[in-house]
């Protein structure tokens, strides 16, 4: 369960939160949605296809003021028959660009870290592994395009594939050590929720508040009203 204004992300086993990551969720023009899933794929050391979006507002930008961006951070640029095409053919002051794929090779650099985690979304959204470390330790944490950075993911996919034969502790640490492209099936996918939650009560009596970030408590008072 991972409460999007708290940019929290619990594991509950018996309505119980048996571990806890900080998590970084999307930026307020680009908003994590509230979603019910199942987790039922984890991808180690993932390739990154650069979202049409993304390509739009951040890396035609980028480009226009770094023309080695992509080299720089090892991404490909690939014609609609897969073939590699130098970033240098692409008139970057024009829309051209969208009719390219745009693919970050595996590794620390890769913005989804090494580890993936799927689920079906009709938002096209999932949780990820992040280089940026850094962020975790900020106490505003919305900074993503709509997916979900995870702290120690590590430890919440281990929790993920407890129940799936062949990835012991020591099997995903050493497929992450060796670089290569594997992914893993939950054998029992895993309910997932993602809400938005501004104000709650913890067992222990406390009441906790967090910032509307996304301006949409009262939302259905309003339209009651009107």
């Not at 595996?106 to 799927?118: K, Q, Y």
């Not at 975790?136 to 944490?141: C, K, L, N, P, V």
């Not at 129940?163 to 309910?191: H, L, Q, Y």
Request: glycine residues 6%; contains cysteine; aromatic residues 10%.
């Amino acid at each position: 369960m991972s409460n999007i204004p708290a940019a929290q992300i619990e594991a509950v086993e018996n309505g119980v939160a048996v571990t806890r990551h900080t998590a970084v969720v999307g930026k307020p023009d680009r908003a994590s949605p509230e979603l019910n899933s199942r987790v039922v794929e984890i991808n180690f050391n993932p390739y990154w296809t650069v979202p049409v979006s993304i390509v739009r507002k951040d890396l035609i930008p980028k480009m226009q003021a770094e023309p080695d961006y992509l080299e720089k951070n090892h991404i490909r640029v690939l014609d609609q028959r897969g073939v590699e095409v130098p970033p240098s053919q692409i008139n970057w002051y024009s829309e051209q660009a969208v009719n390219y794929r745009f693919k970050q090779d595996p590794g620390d650099f890769n913005s989804l870290g090494t580890i993936r985690i799927n689920f079906p979304s009709a938002h096209g959204v999932y949780m990820h592994d992040t280089p940026l470390k850094n962020l975790f330790g900020e106490d505003q944490r919305f900074h993503s395009s709509g997916c979900m950075r995870v702290q120690n993911v590590r430890e919440l996919v281990n929790w993920l594939l407890l129940d799936t034969p062949g990835w012991s502790r020591d099997e995903i640490e050493r497929v992450i050590r060796s670089g290569d492209r594997k992914d893993a099936k939950v054998s029992k996918p895993v309910p997932l929720h993602w809400v938005y939650i501004t104000a709650w009560a913890t067992p222990d009596g406390v009441v906790q508040f967090r910032d509307d970030i996304y301006n949409k408590d009262g939302l259905g008072q309003f339209a009651q009203r009107g």
